[in-house]
């Protein structure tokens, strides 16, 4: 006899399918990569009270190459990317290092290079959303400023990207620490003052249906670090910032307008160029929201909107062949843009603003 507790309907069993796109074929070692390291340092929330701003959860090592990685080196000697000046001031000032990151019990190991001198103003550099977006994108922009005698450069693979670790433009599982991921970077240089940042978003048609279309996802170094204006404004007091077609559609504010408020108590500066385009139109919320504020003549932020028939960011030059440089089909090829004398000066006037 049947027992009355017991169903006679049979359960389905679960089935788990799995996607057969090559983007999905991750090795192990981009999927979870095990670091060991013995964390000593803890990153800071201001740099201008690093000593009483200690964050316990975000952990942080340096290691800096006796030289330059091998990636850096052949880039450097590209003879299609830069000029004899250029190569040989990059060959002599750039170093490559790796900075562990531990947030809480995550460890991230993020790939950089940079060029610091001592009392010189720091800009940080992040690349965008996509194949292809690496350290090495706004790697033109190096030279210009150390002319300037007054800016050092940090440039730096996001996790997910290039040789840093995480899985291949997976950014959902680093989204919640990309603020604490940046005050670490920064921290690890020991940095005394606030910093500079020049920064991009973005993504590809191929990719997005891999990830989501909520563009709150995207979050590329412009997003990230808007992200973590809201968290640790102090990092960027008195600064200008420079974003490339921010498309963010989670500000990282507890409610709307917490962000101005944030720019205008620590005289926070931003300027956006926007070139629109099928993946950047005028519609999306990052737009609408910037586009506002200019409307309402906010003075903490300029919007910029560029003709995409003769603006000169998106333009590169030739692909440049460099082992493991970035993820997906571009992993093996270094994408360097091709920035106009007019665009780098205008860069560096943004930077210059008092």
Known sequence: MTSPLRSKTKKKKAIRRVSKSPQRRYSPERVRTSIQVDFQEFAYSDPVDSSRS??????????????????????FNSTVVFDETERAWLLENMCSTTISIKVD?????????????????????????????????????????????????????????????????????????????????VSSFHL????????????????????????????GGAATTVRTINRYPQWFRNRNLIFCNSVI????????????????????????????????????????????????????????DLDPKTQTKKLHYPLVSVAQMSRCPLKNKALVYKLSDEYIQQIIDILDRK
Not at 54 to 75: C, G, I, Y
Not at 157 to 174: E, I, K, M, N, T
Not at 196 to 212: D, L, N, P, R, T
């Open 54 to 75: 200690l964050l316990p959860n975000v952990l942080f090592e340096r290691h800096d190459q006796d030289t330059l990685s091998e990636q850096a080196t052949k880039l």
């Open 105 to 185: 019990h995550l460890v991230f190991s993020i790939n950089g290079n940079y060029a610091l001198k001592e009392n010189q103003q720091t800009v940080l550099f992040l690349h965008g959303f996509g194949a292809g977006r690496n350290w090495a994108n706004w790697l033109k922009l190096a030279y210009p400023l150390s002319q300037q005698g007054r800016y050092s450069t940090i440039f730096v693979d996001l996790p997910g990207f290039g040789q840093s670790s995480g899985r291949s433009l997976d950014q959902a599982s680093w989204k919640r620490y990309g603020p604490e991921i940046l005050v670490a970077i």
């Open 192 to 219: 005394h003052h606030s910093i500079y940042v020049v920064a991009q978003c973005g993504k590809y048609k191929k990719i997005i249906f891999y990830i989501s279309s909520n563009c709150s996802l995207y979050t």
């Open 249 to 304: 559609g989670d500000f990282g504010e507890e409610k709307v307008g917490d962000f101005e408020i944030t720019l205008t108590r620590f005289n926070i500066y931003i300027v956006v160029f926007w070139t629109p385009d099928e993946d950047h139109t005028k519609y999306c919320v990052a737009y609408k929201r910037w586009n506002r504020l200019r409307a309402s003549s906010f003075r903490n932020l300029q919007l910029i």
